[in-house]
């Protein structure tokens, strides 16, 4: 087991966004990764659990152990009792670190109030014989200045020190010349392990943590939990010179008042402006009967909040306050996370601690491993509901990282206005067709594809008509790679034209689907949860060996099991039958898989029960391919799974279609969409 000590070199230089990137990217490398705070250092206004702690158990899913409290730590160290202090830190760190690969300690920020941070980091570093990582941030500081820094820190450290994340980096240049002023002696042992440049959007809070530290009062909450706060405009000048400045994002702040600040606000917000919302200082609250004029803006999401200061007191407020990331705010702890990561030596990083023995594959792992083979494949893959919103911003988001080349298919007018009114900026090279342009291609290869069933003209131009139909027939001429859709159709819509016109793939009969099921320490294969009724023998035969082809594509070497009430000889009665035959069928069409059935769950999953169970069997105990009998087991399963164990699910992916096409679920997040596009181009790697 590796050991990373993750010590700062002083105050603000985001030490935990260090610690949650430098976990991402471990992860990433297929290693069991554990955390451990020693010692609670809670934030000014903190009356919750310990920041550092809270934000990784939320953001990786896991549960590290409680930090020994700052009080008492002070109490052991006040009474000489050192040695019980740093026992004290050894055991949180042995509970941390139960069947992990490498564990990542971070030690405390010194302040006015823990002026023994450093030494007690460093004595914490040693007792656990760890790898320290320091972690700095340039701020103010002159290249000297900083240079001297890390000097001290490297000696107060020793040989322990092998690297430093250098984080809010402003200048690329800096860490050149910061390079070149380093002592020899620290520059040839302290490796430059990332510089992470500063990002406007990581930093911007949500309006309700705005609120909260202004200490506001919340006239009209609306969206405020989910809008955030990208700029401040303070508005003190007349209202033409002004109306400008209401763009996404900006949290607008003026006197209570100022009637005609307020109506435009508002207007700007019934016109598909997001603003993080209307902050009214001086005390001031807004006549009844104009807050009851502007009830349309309101009913948008509009936050509206007043404190009593005025207006440059407010303003000064705002620039001071705490741009930590609260506990809660998960959605911004996981773009830290992952921005950090991304600008991390991985290679470095596994080359210090080492592969582990079994290297498992985690949904971090998976979700990274499933982006570069997504670059990598380069894929032109559609997306017909073009001027969905979350459609759109996943294109962007698809585009900017290069997962795949997307084709909105819509009027480039409606999404030229999605774009603006959800703050979404649209690269230049994203492609945007209008359907009304290339329809009239595909009525005749559409009649020709269905000459069979007697398909006119007249009716394939009505069916293409149907935005979904249209991208089928692109993807079944080849013009595009892939296609996904469904965030505003229904399964049936998305699935239809693609058995119609696209068809099974050579030596498959039916199509199923798949779900990576993305929990905590491993990613499972889950078919078939969304497609096939009651699939018979064969079917779920055939099932099995897509869903292990699939489960082998992406990285993970298929166990497969094929569930049912009983395991083994223990059951009898057609369903279980059904099971046995298919296993039976699978295993002779292809003899390599390790299959196994009947199987109940827990002998699947479960190593001890597996044992028990089944104790010859290749695949209980160890399954990570699970093949459902049924759609009402497959579908009831993997959502409960799912909720309980609060996992993500990326799918469903659909399989044994000749070329790949995806449905959403119409509640799809924007990261869901994301993924799934990604699947999609991998898939289209085998055409």
């Keep these: 087991m590796h050991i990373y000590f993750v010590a700062p070199t002083g105050f603000g230089v985001g030490l935990t966004s260090a610690s949650l990137g430098l976990m991402r990217a471990l992860e990433r490398s297929g290693l069991k990764v554990g955390f451990v705070k020693p010692v609670a250092q809670h934030h000014p206004g903190d009356d919750g659990p310990e920041r550092s702690t809270e934000l990784v158990a939320r953001t990786f899913g896991m549960r590290p152990p409680l930090p ?91 040989s322990r020190v092998r690297g430093i994340i250098l984080n809010k980096v402003t200048d690329a240049e800096f860490v050149v010349r910061l390079r070149e002023r380093l002592p020899r002696s620290v520059a040839s042992s302290l490796h430059v392990i990332g510089a992470v440049p500063w990002n406007d959007e990581l930093t911007a809070p949500r309006t309700c943590d705005v609120a909260e530290q202004l200490g506001a009062k919340v006239l009209h909450a609306g969206d405020y939990q989910n809008r955030r706060m990208g700029k401040i405009v303070l508005c003190a000048r007349a209202l033409a010179n002004t109306v400008e400045l209401f763009q996404p994002h900006v949290l607008v702040v003026t006197p209570g008042d100022r009637d005609d600040i307020i109506i435009a606000a508002c207007l700007a917000a019934n016109n598909g402006v997001p603003l993080a919302g209307l902050l009214l200082c001086t005390g001031f609250e807004p006549d009844p009967r104009i807050m009851a004029l502007c009830q349309s803006a309101l009913d948008t999401g509009l936050p509206v909040m007043t404190v009593a200061t005025g207006s440059y007191d407010t303003a000064t407020s705002l620039n001071r306050m705490n741009n930590e990331i609260p506990a809660d705010d998960r959605e911004r702890a996981e773009k830290v996370t992952d921005f950090v990561a991304e600008h991390l030596d991985q290679d470095w990083l596994l080359q210090q601690c080492g592969l582990p023995q079994e290297p498992t594959l985690s949904p971090a792992a998976f979700r990274y491993q499933m982006v570069q083979m997504a670059q990598r494949a380069n894929k032109r893959i559609v997306l017909p509901e073009g001027a969905e919103p979350r459609t759109v911003q996943a294109a962007v988001i698809c585009h900017q990282r290069g997962i795949a080349r997307c084709v909105l298919l819509a009027k480039p007018d409606a999404v030229e206005a999605v774009a603006k009114s959800h703050g979404i900026t649209l690269p230049a090279e994203l492609e945007v067709i209008d359907p009304d342009s290339i329809r009239g291609h595909y009525v005749e290869p559409m009649v020709e594809l269905r000459k069979n069933r007697g398909l006119t003209a007249p009716v394939a131009a009505s069916q293409l008509e149907d935005t979904v139909v249209l ?194 679920s119409r509640g799809a997040l924007v990261e869901d969409i994301v993924y799934t596009i990604a699947l999609t181009a991998i898939q289209a790697m085998d055409d």
């Design 471 to 664: 991208g089928t027939m692109m993807l079944a001429t080849g013009n595009v790679d892939g296609l996904v859709a469904g965030a505003i159709n229904t399964t049936a819509a998305t699935i239809r034209p693609a058995l119609q016109l696209i068809k099974t793939a050579p030596g498959y009969n039916l199509v199923s689907s798949v779900f990576f099921m993305l929990l905590p320490e491993q990613v499972l294969v889950y078919g078939d949860c969304a497609v096939n009724p009651d699939p018979t023998a064969p079917e779920l035969a055939e099932i099995a060996l897509q869903s292990a082809a699939s489960a082998r594509a992406f990285g993970i070497d298929p166990r497969v099991a094929m569930l049912s009430y009983s395991t083994g000889d223990s059951g009898t009665g057609s369903d279980v039958e059904k099971v046995r035959e298919a296993t039976r069928l699978a295993r002779e069409n292809d003899p390599t898989l390790l299959v196994d059935g009947p199987l109940q769950y827990d002998a699947a999953a479960i190593e001890s029960v597996g044992r028990q169970k089944a104790p010859n069997s290749p695949v209980a105990g160890r399954a990570n391919v699970f093949i459902f009998p049924d759609l009402n087991t497959g579908n009831t399963t993997y959502k409960a799974v799912q909720r309980s164990t609060h996992s993500l699910s990326v799918g469903p992916m659909l399989q044994g279609l000749r070329k790949p096409v995806n449905d959403l």
């Design 68 to 158: 020994l409290p700052r009080e008492e730590a002070e109490r052991l160290l006040g009474n000489g009792q050192g040695d019980a202090l740093l026992e004290e830190c050894v055991r949180r760190f042995h509970e941390a670190a139960d069947g992990k690969d490498v564990v990542v300690v971070e030690g405390l920020v010194p302040t006015r109030k823990v002026g023994y941070a450093a030494g007690l980091n460093t004595d914490i570093a040693k007792s656990l014989g760890a790898s320290v990582i320091l972690v700095s941030a340039p701020d103010n500081d002159s290249v000297d200045e900083l240079a001297g820094r890390l000097d001290i820190q490297a000696q107060t450290f020793g």
